[in-house]
C-alpha cells in the first residue's frame, strides 16, 4: 500500500466522522484487512502513534507515526 493510499485508507476509517482515528475505528479496520490479533495490534498502534495522549490518532504527525509503525511492524505501506 502506498503512503497516498494509506492516508485515504485512514480517511475511510473515521467512521463517526470526527476527524479522529479512536482504537475501535482502528481495531475495526484492521479486522477488515484479515488481520489477527487486532484488539492488542491496535492498541500498540495508537499508544506507539497517539504523540499528544488523547487516546486518539488525529493531526498529520500522528498520521505519519502511524504510517511509520504499518510500515515496520505490518508491513502494509511502502514507506
Not at 482504537?23 to 499508544?47: H, I, N, P, S
Request: a neutral charge.
Amino acid at each position: 500500500m502506498t503512503p497516498e493510499k494509506f492516508r485515504e485508507w485512514i480517511k475511510s476509517i473515521d467512521q463517526n466522522g470526527d476527524g479522529r482515528i479512536s482504537w475501535q475505528e482502528l481495531r475495526d479496520a484492521l479486522r477488515v484487512l484479515g488481520m489477527r490479533c487486532t484488539r492488542w495490534k491496535a492498541w500498540c498502534a495508537l499508544v506507539h502513534a497517539d504523540l499528544n495522549h488523547n487516546n486518539h490518532i488525529d493531526g498529520d504527525l500522528e498520521v505519519n507515526e502511524l504510517m511509520k509503525y504499518a510500515a515496520k511492524r505490518w508491513g502494509i505501506t511502502d514507506t
